[in-house]
């Protein structure tokens, strides 16, 4: 099998792996971070930047793959505090409407880059 990947040119890459990878009807998205923005500025204790700036670039990566936000059907969100809940929720429940994803959302020890916020989803072509 030959993978189909898509690459958005303002998201950088902080490891080796692709930003998207097409798989006929779903197509999976790497998780993206304020930090991953090939112009990020630091956003450093700013949750809410931070989830803005991990849409800003998922959404460059959906363009290119072919979808939207309404064609998404599952959300990860790793944070590094459960006290950034609240601030991230807040900025999450503008980039989608009813009937929402399913979602994950976890707390972890740490996330590349010292980001302080990941998301990462699966859309399904409609």
């Known amino acids: 099998m030959v993978r189909k990947i898509y690459t958005a040119s ?3 890459s902080s490891g080796p792996y692709s930003h998207a990878v097409d798989a006929g009807d779903y197509v999976f ?4 971070t304020a930090k991953n923005a090939s112009d990020a500025p630091d956003l450093t204790g700013d949750i809410a930047g931070q989830t ?3 849409f800003t670039n998922l959404l460059n990566v959906m363009e290119q793959a ?3 936000s309404d064609d998404v059907v599952k ?3 790793y944070l590094t505090s459960m006290k950034n809940f609240t601030a991230m929720n807040d900025v999450y429940e503008t980039y989608f409407t009813a009937p929402f994803p399913a979602r994950t959302c976890v ?3 740490e996330l590349p880059l010292e980001a302080e916020v990941e998301i990462e989803i699966i ?3 409609s």
Do not use: E, P
């Open 10 to 12: 303002n998201a950088s």
């Open 29 to 32: 998205f790497s998780g993206q």
């Open 52 to 54: 803005h700036q991990c």
């Open 66 to 68: 072919g979808v939207t």
């Open 75 to 77: 959300v990860n969100v």
């Open 107 to 109: 707390a972890v020890l």
């Open 123 to 125: 859309a399904k072509r």
